[in-house]
Nanobody, 126 residues
């Protein structure tokens, strides 16, 4: 059983930073961060595959960094230079894929991810 629990959400001013953590018990493969703002569809934010290859959506490149610590069973999302448009509920997710491209393609929708956390709210004030 894979269990995902997110931590680290909160409210900060634009330009600030937050680091999200996701406790991932029982899994070390493809993992990612997704977000959903009120009235909008869920979107992928960042993906990391089993060997550490990462992929980001354009709007967060250069500002967000995804990483994982397999020894600590934790997935991270370091978010810098935050903007009001980053406000959303953030979810971590995990899934099993046979290739790196299959994993990173989940950035488009996340529909193939098998396990999801309950989310942590990030609110950025301008």
């Amino acid at each position: 059983q894979v269990e995902l629990v997110e931590f680290g959400g909160g409210s900060v001013q634009a330009g600030g930073s937050l680091r999200l953590s996701c406790s991932v018990k029982g899994y070390t493969g493809c993992m990612g961060w997704f977000r959903q703002a009120p009235g909008k569809e869920r979107e992928g934010v960042a993906i990391i595959d089993g060997v550490g290859i990462t992929s980001y959506i354009d709007s967060v490149k250069g500002r967000f960094t995804i990483s994982k610590d397999n020894a600590e069973n934790t997935l991270y999302l370091q978010m810098n230079s935050l903007k009001a448009e980053d406000t959303a509920m953030y979810y971590c997710a995990a899934g099993s894929f046979s290739t790196s491209s299959s994993c990173t393609s989940q950035l488009r929708s996340g529909t193939g991810m098998d396990y999801w956390g309950k989310g942590t709210q990030v609110t950025i004030s301008s």
